[in-house]
């Protein structure tokens, strides 16, 4: 049975940092793409950033350049760094897995195959 815990949310002040990790387990992942989403109050769920196998990333017009996702696939984790913190990034941030093989894609929700129960950020002004 396939697991995504995340960790590492909470509260924090414009401009801050956190750092999210998502522990994977109940397969190997290491050639698939993962992901991160993340959902606001009100809002629908939305892609955030992915990475595939070999450590190539793609994010979010809206993260790009604040933030940034790792993979340690020997590990089956992955990380979430989010610096410069804004209001607006407020929102629950899922890991997700892909059925996605290969190199790295705008993950949608449909293409999503499992995913964590989320771990809330919350952003004050």
């Known amino acids: 049975q396939v697991q995504l815990v995340e960790s590492g949310g909470g509260l924090v002040q414009a401009g801050g940092s956190l750092r999210l990790s998502c522990a994977a387990s109940g397969r190997t992942f290491g050639s698939y793409v993962m992901g991160w989403f993340r959902q606001a109050p009100g809002k629908e769920r939305e892609f955030v950033g992915a990475?595939?196998?070999?450590?190539?990333?793609l994010c979010a017009d809206s993260v790009k350049g604040r933030f940034t996702i790792s993979r340690d696939k020997a590990k089956n984790t992955m990380a979430l760094q989010m610096n410069s913190l804004r209001p607006e990034d407020t929102a629950v941030y899922y890991c997700a897995t892909s059925g996605v093989y290969g190199a790295v894609v705008r993950l949608t929700t449909n293409g999503v195959r499992d995913w964590g129960k989320g771990t809330l950020v919350t952003v004050s002004s």
């Open positions: 990475v595939d196998w070999s450590g190539t990333t």
